[in-house]
């Protein structure tokens, strides 16, 4: 892992070449209670995209990993964890990027695109659909259920899977309270309709917390929509059809 500054809050991040040759770099951001490793590494994401020819730099959230833990809310705005991001391509010197995120990362992605999209070739979302824009994915109990005494306490579907998920990161669970409290911020339909990037939307056909990926490319002047099928939220991260229609898509747009 390396570490930089991101205007007082200490970021890891990994920085992993090609195969061969100097290829265009993508900067993965993860979801939420996960982080790079669990999210681009485990997967077989970094694998798949340095085979492709692609540089990979992917970073752990503020609050996750092994980045700085943060306690106030306030601190996890989604357009301050996007800033994150643009500060690590100006800390390695690169202009522009593709950039991908999945769920909370999508997220993250979107907020970036509509400040920033001068630095970005390209926007790609992952297990984040019209919820990006109609609600916000993650229901705000799952706060809650980082601060319950233990996984046994709880009896939500929901609530029980991102504790366990937590736990099994070994994440900071009073610093994902406060992301989840903080990172709420949705984009109206005119923002995203001014979003003029080449935009993959990949959602799994099960996923029961993204929302709609169609609808919400439908949206989205430039957006193609990925339907992988059979996969719930969790299951779509890692998934080859994912993974075949994101080679596509970076292989096709300009």
């Not at 980045?67 to 390695?92: F, I, Q, T, V, W």
């Not at 990362?105 to 070739?121: C, D, N, Q, V, W």
């Amino acid at each position: 892992m390396r570490y930089f500054n991101s205007n007082g809050v200490s970021i890891a991040y990994i920085d992993v070449p090609p195969h061969e040759g100097q290829g265009d770099p993508i900067l993965l951001i993860h979801g939420f209670a996960s982080n790079h490793a669990v999210n681009w590494v485990n997967t077989l994401w970094v694998k798949t995209l340095t085979r492709a020819g692609y540089r990979v730099v992917a970073f752990d959230n503020r609050g996750h990993g092994e980045s700085e833990k943060l306690y106030d809310p306030e601190a996890y705005n989604s357009y301050r964890m996007a800033e994150d991001g643009l500060r690590l391509l100006d800390h390695l010197g690169i202009a522009r990027a593709d950039v991908m995120g999945y769920s909370m990362g999508a997220r993250i992605t979107a907020h970036m695109a509509l400040t920033a999209p001068e630095r970005m070739r390209s926007m790609l979302l992952g297990g984040l659909g019209i919820h990006l824009v109609e609600g916000v994915g993650l229901p705000l109990g799952i706060a809650d259920a980082m601060e319950a005494r233990s996984l046994d306490d709880l009896t939500d579907p929901m609530q029980r899977m991102f504790r366990a998920f937590a736990e099994q990161t070994g994440s900071d669970l009073k610093a994902l309270a406060a992301c989840i409290r903080g990172s709420r911020q949705v984009l109206t339909r005119e923002e995203v309709a001014t979003i003029r990037l080449p935009t993959l939307i990949s959602v799994g056909t099960n996923d029961d917390v993204s929302g709609s990926g169609p609808e919400l490319a439908r949206l989205i002047p430039n957006a193609t929509a990925l339907d992988i099928p059979g996969r719930d939220h969790n299951l779509a991260v890692g998934d080859k059809v994912h993974k075949q229609g994101v080679l596509d898509f970076l292989a096709q747009r300009p």
